[in-house]
């Protein structure tokens, strides 16, 4: 909360205030969450902190091969159940290629036990310790496979030399073994502070009983009741939702601020005051990685739970989990206040990472308003701006995708210049490249499959192997027209052959240039769009200038050496998208068609011959 982090935190205007009162966006399943963020200005890149260095000279040790994470799922991924291989078996076969373009970590889904066994994204948490090896909620496996599965995914993603991000989802509980009758007091969803009916307490059925029997004490015998929760949804004495919080128990107050205390979220809330869940955690985290080659967490809600059990897990990671100062982690804290999350990144010793909520929404705003968007705002007051080394930036999750409650859309023209930005520029985070940008969505239902990057994934692959092997050394930033935008990086001799880059990108319909300046060590090179989509050749000239241009139908364009290190190995790259055979099954049922047309044409042909009259 900004107290907690000393931020001023002004009350909002009455006209604001009002939106936010009446606003209905949402978490998942959580109940209303405004998001009327931030609650301070926000503030213009130019009075931003500005996070540019320069390329280390000769003399420093050489950078270090980009790092790129894959966010290995979307919301409306198939569950092993209704696919031929599990989810774990598809990403492990997916390992080599993924590898080979420069992926380094692959975010996972929550591999924990869900209440919905066989269809949970995970995220509907029931068991920690459970990651697909027992009986529980009608299945041994989650929806994305077997435990025996999993370890193999990360054996071979050590093997490549690619991290894994485990999902941990430790901020509430559902799919309890069994009821309790608890006394309560029901608060206003909109206003967790404000409690209805007269702050009468009175008894509620509240499933927070956890035995975990199909476990039966393996690895942890802890049980969970409601001494270790602070509130629930559901009253099943009165088969009621609400927001009910449990006798005895307040709110965290070192949470987000959001819905007057954001403590709550959703299903059976975890009181991280408790020492006993303090302890599970604990343990838990430290037990994981006997069981998994991990190399780190992504962290699920963290705006929801105590800001100083945060920092003492982040603290206990360190000192006690084998390889933890290692661990690459980073949080979701929703919120489009950059200042308040630089705060929460200090706050945490810069051991946590962030994802860019901030610049997410500005790829959304700025995408949807086509020629009238101004390209020049696209970094305005983004996270990276603030903590570029504590930072992740994303252009799409399975949050944000289609028909989720914090769904924020990119116009399909503009996904390719919304990754260009995350994947090229230097001091811009950890980029996180979406699954269904790769591999197409279900989100129109199991029947109606929607194609990556508008029918052309290699678009991506280009970008985020042009990453891997050029994205290096100084930038040189050309963002002061309105409709046209670019930046150059020039290049590192340890990478690529030394080759860099010319970035540009428009949101209009004529042909833009920008002449921008890529260094003198590129003088007489003809360089060409990798991406191919824009035909020519620019000539480097003695001073090491450029006349980039980018096609005139919105369009993106990154124009590197025509002879630079592995130019072959971009342009003739060919990404295989089709993991689920959806296009492979239309050619098949292209062809037998064709075929059974020609058939019948034949038929007709001789029919008819065989009646024509002798002349």
Partial sequence: MSTFLSLPNPPLPPPLAALSRAATRQEPSSGHSTNIRPLRHRLPPSSCPNPLILSPPPSDPLPKQNETIFQ????????????????????????????????????IPPACKAADA??????????????????????????????????????????????????????????????ERVKAKKVDPLDRNRELDGGEVREIESWTGFTFPGRG????????????????????????????????KEWCVDVDEEVGNYDFLMFADVDHRHPDVQQDAFDWVKWLPTQLKIGGLRLDAIKHYSFQFQKRLLSHIDDNVENGKDWFIVGEYWREDSEFLAKYIEYMDHRISLFDVPLCSNLSKISMAGERGDLRDLFKDALCLWKPNNVVTFVVNHDTQQGQS???????????????????????????????????????????????????????????????????????????????????????????????????????????????????HHS???????????????????????????????????????TAEGKDEVINLKFNSDI????????????????????????????????LPTV
């Fill in 72 to 107: 290995s799922f979307e919301w409306y991924t198939p569950p092993s159940s209704t696919t031929p291989k599990s989810h774990w078996s598809l990403l492990t076969t997916l390992l080599p290629s993924l590898s080979q373009l420069g992926i380094t970590k692959i975010w």
């Fill in 118 to 179: 066989k269809n949970g994204n995970g995220y509907d948490i029931y068991d920690l310790w459970d990651l697909g090896e027992f009986e529980q909620k009608g299945s041994t496996p989650t929806k994305w496979g077997s435990k025996a599965q999993l370890e193999e995914l990360c054996r071979v993603a050590e093997g490549r030399g690619v991290k894994v991000l485990f999902d941990a989802v430790l901020n509430h509980k559902t799919g309890a073994d069994y009821k």
């Fill in 217 to 248: 004490g393996r690895y942890s015998g802890r049980e969970w009741d409601r001494r270790h929760f602070t509130g629930v949804d559901w009253d099943d004495l009165t088969r009621e939702k609400g927001v009910w919080k449990l006798g005895g």
């Fill in 406 to 520: 914090l769904e924020t859309p990119v116009a399909p023209w503009f996904l390719p210049h919304a990754y260009t930005l995350i994947l090229l520029r230097a001091n811009t985070g950890v980029p996180c490249v979406f699954w269904s940008d790769l591999y197409g969505s279900f989100a129109s239902g199991p029947s109606s499959f929607i194609p990556p990057m508008s029918g052309n994934p290699t678009l991506l692959a280009r970008l985020i192997l042009i990453r891997k092997l050029y994205a290096y050394g100084t930038q040189h930033d050309l963002f002061s027209h309105q409709h046209c935008v670019g930046f150059t990086r020039e290049g590192h001799s340890a990478h690529g052959g030394g080759a860099g880059l010319a970035a540009v990108m428009g949101n209009q319909w004529g042909l833009s240039k920008l002449k921008m300046y890529v260094g003198k």
């Fill in 524 to 562: 007489g090179e003809k360089w060409i769009d990798f991406l191919r989509l824009c035909p020519g050749q620019v000539m480097i000239d003695d001073e090491g200038w450029g006349e980039f241009p980018v096609s005139g139908n919105r369009g993106c364009s990154v124009w590197v050496s025509e």
């Fill in 580 to 611: 689920y055979r959806i296009e492979a099954e239309m050619n098949r049922r292209q062809s037998m068609f064709e075929r059974r047309q020609y058939e019948i044409e034949s038929m007709s042909r001789r029919a008819l011959a065989s009646n």
